[in-house]
């Protein structure tokens, strides 16, 4: 049975399929695309057609046609090279001003090289007043006591002596006692400080110490640690680093109360504390006190003047500014942190001796690089480790080493020196 429908017969549907439908329409935009080529082309002709036609029509018949045109032509030329003569004036001038302008920038290269020199200058001349101020300030110092604390690091002891400074002191009027503070022995394994100990007690008396860190005002704490020797008292050794108390300070107090005894009577006595820059001179007095007396900085050149502080009422202690005795090499006074670390000209410089002093495996750990063979390698694995770049991905060497000075100042750099007589055993 045939199906039943209601469209009309002899008609049929206007729908295409999707595929010719989308030929069509494709065949159709080519077509317009084309269209659009010949009518630009056309039009391009037109121009050409019209360019041309702007020739100078001047009929056959005119009795001068030679002339008006020669006349012509020669118009054109002028205009062409007055055209030209502009032109050249014109990079004429650019040029002048070009050179006036690397003129002023060598100009002003030089008075900035000049004023730089100037201002290095100055500083010199500041740092070398500052200097002698400094030298008669622990001159001064030197008389008026007693007792003279000598400040050494203990991670090199020997670079912090001032043997003519001693000598000088041992001849003075009075007798003037002279005491070797090691501070800083927890940057130190406790071999080494027990090493150091028993060598310097050959020449003066010596006290291990280590300074306090707490950050209250008053009330700072201490800890004894001389039943035994570093080494035997191992578990204290271990809790060096992380404790904050100060170690050391009922030694020392006990040896200056000994010192100013006069036929076994107790006397006031003045005792200098002495040494060079950032050694550790105001935390020591700090460390006597028990309390905040002396303000403490880990900026060079931070305590400028004298400044007594009565500990009890026998035992009165100056403190003065540290000072570089000895003359010594750029690099090595560097290290000592008595400059800036921003006010380093170059600070690549100081980092070689630092490579030349510390163990290159110590190096590798503590920055977590590959292998260097000189300092520019080192410093550029470092710059890309710590992420310090300049434009292009260059490594920036300068703040790497700034950064290694930084490290070497606040003791994350491991290092300490050997005494003499156990480099001979060896």
């Not at 439908?21 to 010949?38: C, S, T």
């Not at 009027?173 to 501070?183: E, F, Q, R, S, T």
């Not at 590798?364 to 710590?386: D, G, M, P, S």
């Amino acid at each position: 049975m045939a199906k039943f429908t209601n469209k009309p017969k002899g008609r049929t549907s206007k729908r295409l399929a999707l595929n010719k439908k989308y030929k069509i329409e494709k065949k159709v935009k080519q077509h317009h695309k084309k269209l659009k080529k010949e009518a630009r082309k056309m039009s391009a002709l037109g121009q050409i057609k019209k360019t041309s036609s702007k020739e100078i029509g001047i009929p056959n018949m005119y009795p001068f046609k030679k002339n008006v045109i020669e006349t012509l032509k020669r118009k054109k030329d002028q205009e062409e090279q007055e055209k030209k003569i502009l032109k050249l004036q014109q990079k004429e001038e650019i040029d002048l001003n070009l050179a006036e302008v690397k003129s002023n920038l060598y100009e002003t290269k030089a008075q900035v090289i000049v004023e730089d020199e100037q201002v290095q200058q100055e500083n010199l001349t500041q740092l070398t007043k500052e200097h002698k101020k400094y030298i008669t300030q622990v001159k001064k110092v030197v008389e008026a006591a007693d007792i003279i604390l000598i400040i050494l690091d203990a991670r090199d002891p020997m670079a912090c002596r001032c043997k003519h400074m001693e000598r000088e002191i041992l001849g003075m009027p009075g007798d003037k006692k002279i005491i070797l503070v090691l501070n800083k022995i927890d940057l130190v394994p406790p071999g080494n400080a027990d090493a150091w100990l028993t060598q310097l007690r050959r020449e003066f008396a010596t006290v291990l110490f280590k300074a306090n860190t707490q950050q209250q005002q008053s009330n700072l704490s201490s800890a004894s640690i001389y039943k035994k020797t570093l080494s035997q008292r191992q578990d204290l050794a271990d809790d060096l680093t992380s404790s904050s108390k100060a170690i050391g300070a009922d030694k020392l107090l006990e040896l200056i109360k000994n010192y100013s005894k006069n036929d076994g009577v107790k006397s006031s006595v003045t005792v200098g504390v002495i040494g060079y820059p950032n050694v550790g001179k105001s935390s020591v007095i700090n460390s006597l006190k028990r309390s905040k007396a002396c303000a403490v900085s880990s900026t060079p050149g931070f305590t400028k003047g004298l400044q007594e502080v009565i500990i009890d009422s026998q035992v009165k202690i100056i403190d003065c500014p540290g000072v570089v005795f000895d003359s010594e090499n750029k690099e090595s006074t560097l290290l000592r942190n008595i400059i800036k670390i921003e006010q380093i000209e170059d600070p690549r410089q100081p980092i070689e001796e630092i490579l030349k002093k510390v163990s290159k495996n110590e190096l590798l750990l503590l920055y977590k690089i590959q292998t260097f063979n000189n300092v520019n390698e080192f410093l550029c694995q470092v710059a890309l480790a710590r992420g310090k770049l300049q434009k292009g991905g260059i490594p920036d060497l300068e703040c790497a080493a700034r950064i290694v000075l930084q490290d070497w100042n606040q003791g994350k750099i491991k290092y300490f020196t050997v005494p003499p007589n156990q480099i001979e055993q060896e």
